[in-house]
Every structure is written in C-alpha cells, then in structure tokens.
C-alpha cells in the first residue's frame, strides 16, 4: 500500500513539474534584444527592430524600427517559440518601411529558437534563421 501510494505522488509531482513549459529557458530568452540580421542580411543602425521578451507573463513587445508592436508568446519550450498575431501602431516611415515589413512577416514564421554565443536565433519551423538578435 505506501508502495502504491508513494508511486503515485511520485507521478502527481513529475506531472505538475512539466506543466510549466515556460520555465525552460526562460532565464536565456528573458529580456531585450536588438535585431543583428534579417536572414542573412544585416541591420543598419538606422533601422534596427527591437524585441522584449517577458517569459514569465508569456508576452512580447517592440519596435519594428517604424512601430511598436505587442502580443503573446502562445508556445515556449527547450526550442520551440510560438507567438500569438502582434497587434502593432501603424506609421508611416517611408525610409524604415522595407525593414518594417520584412521584420513583421519573419515574427509571423518563428516556430523555434536557439539562444546561442549571446545571440538569440529566431527560425521558421524548418529551422532556417529568420532573425538574430543580440542581447541589449
């Protein structure tokens, strides 16, 4: 009998300790980060697109360089990153346009992560990099 029960607390605590998925990694996502390079192409200084990210309240917000934009983190575990639609200000800078679209429509493929030499890799779910940011 306390064999039985004790395997049963045992699997009530393995359960609840995996329920929090955004604990993992939260530490290295954690934070504000600076866009470094759209694919394989880098940001000028003028146009450099920001994200926060707050783990712990499963939200997101930033600049795409014209405006800012917030939303939800729906998914975060060991590399998978899912955000919910980004609601965002609607600007107009015609010179910062081209890196403002291009950043909304690569936020809207990120299904994974890796954080990695100080740099956060945001990919579509096929695993090529979309974005990489560095740590402000």
């Given at each position: 009998m306390?064999?039985?029960?004790?395997l049963?607390?045992l699997?009530?605590?393995?359960?609840?300790g995996?329920?929090?998925?955004?604990?993992?990694?939260?530490?290295?996502l954690?934070?504000?980060?600076?866009?470094v390079?759209m694919?394989?192409?880098?940001?000028?200084?003028?146009?450099?697109p920001?994200?926060?990210?707050n783990?712990?309240e499963?939200k997101?917000n930033?600049?795409?360089?014209?405006?800012t934009?917030?939303?939800?983190?729906?998914k975060?575990s060991?590399?998978e990153?899912?955000?919910?639609?980004?609601?965002?200000?609607?600007?107009l800078?015609?010179?910062k346009?081209e890196?403002?679209?291009?950043?909304g429509?690569?936020?809207?493929?990120?299904a994974?992560?890796?954080?990695?030499?100080?740099?956060?890799?945001?990919?579509?779910?096929?695993?090529?990099?979309?974005?990489?940011f560095?740590?402000?």
């Amino acid at each position: 009998m306390k064999k039985i029960k004790f395997l049963m607390l045992l699997s009530v605590a393995i359960g609840l300790g995996s329920c929090n998925t955004a604990r993992v990694n939260s530490n290295s996502l954690q934070g504000e980060w600076q866009l470094v390079t759209m694919g394989t192409t880098a940001v000028t200084a003028e146009a450099q697109p920001t994200l926060k990210l707050n783990v712990k309240e499963m939200k997101v917000n930033g600049s795409d360089s014209c405006n800012t934009f917030m939303g939800g983190i729906v998914k975060v575990s060991d590399n998978e990153l899912v955000f919910s639609d980004l609601a965002s200000t609607l600007m107009l800078c015609p010179d910062k346009m081209e890196v403002a679209d291009a950043f909304g429509s690569a936020m809207k493929k990120v299904a994974k992560y890796e954080v990695k030499n100080e740099q956060l890799l945001l990919k579509d779910d096929k695993g090529t990099v979309l974005l990489t940011f560095a740590k402000k």
